[in-house]
């Protein structure tokens, strides 16, 4: 597969055998763009099928169950034989089709929580792709200057629990154009593309108006996205975005998955000097999490 599709192609964990492929309409003008990762069972081809996760920001509802349908039908269809060429190229069809239709581009709100699919706990950031994925599109007349520049983007210690592995990016923001820009970036990396749940959350403090530009994303991860803006705001931070990526591990974490996020994004907080005194503020954020 490596040979067929060079840089589309990204080894995760070669031991447990989990792979990650990106699949565009158009390798030098994508519009529509899926991530398909895989880790094939010790079964696999001749008794089981890969365990898979499409990801993509648009990809939901019942063009998601189409999608997943169509690939176990080609499954189906060739037991005991391999698939992973027959599901790319058949991902790869229904992207081109869309592409050629009308439609809207891609938002980023995923309906998945956590699904059935092995993930990978080593997280250095190496794999970049040469094209990006579309994310946000948002409206970004706002009344200040914006600043073009994408900004410096930091990532945090990750945390692994159970296979489920977590890891904070920080990046400043003074308009929202530059959390789009870094939203972007971010999605240039093959495993944070990857990410079961992409989640984050930005605090814009507009002196014009003495107050704050806020929003959050749960990408997915129900209710995730309004904790980390919370925590945002206990902590009191400002002109700075937070985006944690969870990779699924295959056990279900249940609220442990919650404290993990927020735990990530305090400490890349409290290292990169966005809280004011992060050891008396500690008693208030558990409080106020608990």
Not at 86 to 111: A, C, F, H, Y
Not at 123 to 148: G, H, M, Y
Not at 158 to 163: G, L, N, V, W
Not at 231 to 254: H, K, P, Q, T
Request: with cysteine.
């Amino acid at each position: 597969m490596a040979a067929i599709y060079g840089e589309e192609w990204c080894v995760i964990d070669d031991c447990a055998k989990i792979f990650c492929i990106r699949i565009s309409d158009d390798i030098d003008d994508p519009k529509w763009t899926l991530c398909l990762q895989v880790m094939l069972p010790n079964e696999y081809p001749g008794t089981a099928p890969p365990i898979y996760q499409l990801n993509a920001p648009w990809l939901k509802g019942q063009e998601r169950a189409d999608l997943s349908n169509s690939l176990e039908e080609i499954y189906i269809q060739n037991i005991g034989e391999s698939i992973l060429y027959l599901w790319v190229e058949k991902i790869r069809d229904v992207l081109i089709q869309k592409s050629q239709m009308t439609e809207p581009g891609p938002n980023v709100k995923k309906k998945t929580e956590e699904e059935d699919v092995e993930c990978e706990d080593d997280l250095v950031l190496a794999c970049q792709p040469e094209n990006q994925v579309k994310t946000l599109d948002f409206d970004v007349s706002e009344n200040r200057t914006e600043i073009e520049e994408l900004p410096p983007i930091d990532h945090g210690i990750p945390i692994t629990d159970r296979r489920s592995t977590f890891q904070a990016h920080l990046a400043p923001v003074v308009c929202p154009k530059q959390v789009k820009m870094v939203l972007a970036k971010l999605y240039e990396n093959k495993k944070i593309a990857s990410a079961t749940h992409n989640i984050y959350a930005y605090r814009i403090y507009c002196e014009d108006k003495q107050t704050f530009l806020q929003d959050c994303e749960d990408d997915g991860e129900t209710a995730a996205g309004g904790r980390l803006l919370h925590l945002m705001e206990i902590l009191n931070v400002r002109d700075v975005m937070v985006v944690v990526s969870r990779w699924y591990g295959g056990v279900l974490l249940g609220p442990d998955r919650f404290k993990h996020i927020n735990n990530c994004a305090r400490n890349i907080l409290v290292e990169k000097n966005y809280t004011n005194s992060p050891k008396n503020m500690k008693k208030k954020i558990k409080s106020e999490l608990e």
